[in-house]
């Protein structure tokens, strides 16, 4: 036995310290919550405590109220309705001298956490909202110090109004404001200050569109028309970078393809029958992505949006780009028998822009050698038989012929009759009238030789003729090819300036780094992380 309660014993002396310290706790909460009771009955008594009442020692006192925003998450800008929503803790701080008391005379309690609707609050409200919600919706407890001071953040979610400037986009800038102030009582009877010089983020979770590079605190006094009184308010902006890359791939990107496009129109073969098809293609992609854009950006006239400008300018120089294909396909299809080719373009599309161009064509050495030898000719053709001395027509015995025809016969026998030949008809002829009989030819050539002379002079002229028309078409041809290269560096040129100029617009592209004051962040720190997992199974 004596065994038995040498075992028991150790068992209860811990089993009554355990009740012991129990007591002890519990005892000093007792005595706790009826210090907290008996302060709470003291300072927030109906017969004391009025939260009707302004807390000012002087009836026309000042009453100043700091106030601070801390934003937890941007939710949305809404480009289309210019509406921000904001997940926020509208900070408040302002002094009650009829909440104070003495620590040492309440067990040391310094401060309380008291309902708001006990208390008087100012009627801080949001002056820019787009929903109808002025005031904060949660009501959660404030602190309340032993000096008075009354300490407010509730949560809230506000749909504020936000003045979009679409000029840029998607490589714009916004500033968005929350302008707080009191709905009531002016300077005069309460005063607001900012609690901080900026914004605070420091629970704030990263927008994945929006980037905060500044948010500058304002504080205004304004007099309206209607009242001689002063009203303060508090203005918070949010200066706001969007960041591009979702705009970049959907829209830029695609936008910058379909204008380059315009480019392979001119780079295929000038009778081919896509070149239509494809100039139509491409103004319809880009009538496609002009329809986007309103969806997207709220329908004002301040300004057409950047992407908007750069469609538009896609659009034209598809418009153009179709205008410019049936020219050339125009001139491509001309021939001899409908158009003479003028002198300039002759000059300006054969011999000047190829040479800027690079262009050479294939047998151009060929058609040069064969132009001086047709400026030959016409030398000789110019000076050669100038009083008509020649046949021209075989008829009844006799050869006939005028001046007018003598040149043909002349071209044919400078091109198809050998000089030995020709000497001796020049010189058998000198001095003959218009008339001659056959016989005096008789000794040179006979009937048939005459006839067949004709017909070759035929065959000759209708085969030189059939040359010059191809030649001609060829010139054509090669005129086209030339509008063709001319235009497609035109267009890469102007698309590269217009796109330069276009994408290099935007502030937040050449805007100086030290442009906008970050603030710097201070995140809180984790002292401590429990996990849970596998504990409770």
């Known amino acids: 036995m004596a065994v038995i309660q040498r075992r028991i014993l150790p068992i209860g002396n811990i089993r009554i310290a355990v009740v012991l310290a129990a007591f002890i706790v519990n005892l000093q ?20 405590y009025d939260k009707r009442i302004r807390p000012t020692e ?14 937890s998450q941007l939710i949305d800008i809404d480009e289309t309705n210019q509406v921000m929503t904001s997940s926020v803790a509208l900070k408040q701080r302002w002094n009650d001298y009829r909440l104070r008391w003495n620590p040492d005379e309440h067990e040391g309690i310094d401060k309380l956490n008291v ?33 008075g001071t009354i300490q407010w953040s509730p949560p809230a979610v506000y749909n504020s109004v936000c003045r979009i400037e679409s000029k840029d986009f998607p490589f714009d800038e916004q500033r968005c404001t929350m302008k707080f ?42 007099q309206y028309d209607c009242c001689p009184q002063q009203y303060v308010d508090i203005t918070f902006t949010f200066v706001l970078h969007r960041n591009p890359l979702f705009y970049v791939i959907t829209l830029v990107v695609p936008c910058l393809l379909i204008s380059f496009s ?63 294909t049936i020219l050339v396909i125009h001139v491509h299809y001309r021939t001899a028998d409908t158009h003479i080719m003028p002198n300039w373009m002759r000059t300006t599309f054969l011999i000047y822009l190829p040479r800027i161009m690079r262009l050479e064509r294939p047998s151009s050495k060929q058609d040069y050698a064969e132009y001086l030898k047709s400026k030959r000719q016409a030398k000789l053709r110019k000076g050669y038989c100038p009083s008509s001395q020649l046949w021209t027509n075989f008829n009844n015995g006799k050869i006939s012929h005028t001046k007018k025809l003598s040149k043909q016969a002349a071209r044919f026998m400078i091109e198809a009759v050998s000089p030995s030949l020709l000497e001796e008809i020049e010189g058998r002829e000198r001095g003959e009238d218009e008339e001659y009989p056959l016989q005096h030819y008789a000794q040179v050539f006979t009937e048939a030789q005459l006839q067949a002379m004709d017909s070759i002079n035929f065959i000759v002229t209708h085969l030189k003729h059939e040359d010059e028309e191809e030649q001609i078409s060829d010139d054509w041809k090669f005129v086209a090819l030339v509008m063709d290269r001319m235009l497609l560096w035109l ?39 429990t996990e849970y997992k596998g504990m409770f199974s």
């Open 262 to 324: 315009t480019l392979l129109v001119f780079y295929l073969p000038t009778d081919a029958q896509e070149r239509i098809t494809l100039s139509i293609s491409i103004l319809i992609a880009v009538v496609v992505f002009l329809l986007l854009i309103p969806a997207l950006l709220p329908p004002t006239s301040d300004g057409v949006p950047l992407m908007g400008r750069y469609i538009l300018f896609t659009f034209g120089m598809s418009t153009v780009s179709i205008l410019g």
């Open 115 to 147: 309902p708001i609707q006990m208390l008087w609050r100012p009627d801080i409200t949001l002056y820019n909202t787009a929903d109808g919600n002025y005031d904060v919706l949660v009501n959660n407890w404030a602190v309340v110090t032993y000096d």
């Open 181 to 222: 102030g009191s709905w009531t009582y002016d300077a005069k009877y309460l005063d607001l200050e900012s609690m901080y010089p900026h914004i605070d983020q420091a629970d704030y979770w990263e927008n994945g569109e929006w980037e905060i590079v500044e948010t500058p605190i304002q504080r205004n006094v304004i």
């Open 58 to 71: 002087k009836t026309n006192g000042t009453l100043t109220v700091y106030l601070g925003l801390a934003i």
């Open 29 to 48: 909460v007792c005595l706790a919550s009826e210090s907290a009771e008996k302060l709470y009955s003291a300072i927030l008594s109906e017969e004391g």
């Open 491 to 529: 267009f890469f040129i102007i698309n590269v300036i217009v796109t330069f100029m276009t994408f290099y617009a935007p502030t937040v592209f050449w805007e100086d780094p030290n442009e906008h004051v970050r603030p710097i962040i201070q995140r809180p720190i984790v002292l401590e992380t």
